[in-house]
């Protein structure tokens, strides 16, 4: 049995991956969620709900022991809510960490989608650098997703680039997020102490397609 630790489980990737996860009998998923009027009311029978927050100093470390993988799609101030995760995971001994962060964090978006990405989300990216160098120089063993802007589009369809190579494409869908968190929780190796970007191949651009 693989126990996996889901935090920010409302969030609309992390629905996808409830869903490609559901039933199976191989893994138990924990789903912490702070709003629980956003949860489907359908979730499935390998999932256990608790209400609460990551910044919850008692109730994150309870929540995290036994488990084997946790999983965080976050927003908001994630450099603060990334050194709760770090000290809980040290805590209690869990060690494998997928952590979905945003492009731009190390100005590496080129050309006219770059500089339209930094006059749309610039500002906000400070925290997910910050959040991105913590996980990095922790001893966990993590994955950091830095995805494209996100569609809303029914398919699965994405490539990924390296922390050193420029971002490719302007967006990808929050269905192939989730199919490549999704992976790597059935494969933990894949993409171990890795960061990389993930967009839809030939989505290049001046800005997403779909703004």
Known sequence: MKNVLILGASGQIARWVVQMLADRSDIAMTLLVRNPGKLSGTEPRNAHVVIGDVLDKTLLPQIMKGQDIVYANLAGEVDLQTEHILAAMQATGVSRLIFV??????????????????????????????????????????????????????????????????????????KSVAALVTDIIEHPEHFARGNIGVNKPNSDGDKPGFM
């Open 101 to 174: 962060n945003s492009l731009g964090i190390y100005d590496e978006v080129p050309g006219a989608f770059g500089e339209w990405n930094r006059t749309e989300i610039g500002q906000y990216l400070p925290p997910y650098r910050r959040s991105a160098d913590l996980i990095e120089k922790s001893s966990v063993n993590y994955t950091i997703l830095r995805a494209a802007w996100l569609s809303d589009l029914d398919e699965v369809d994405y490539e990924t680039t390296g922390k050193n190579d420029s971002f490719k494409g302007t967006e990808v869908s929050r």
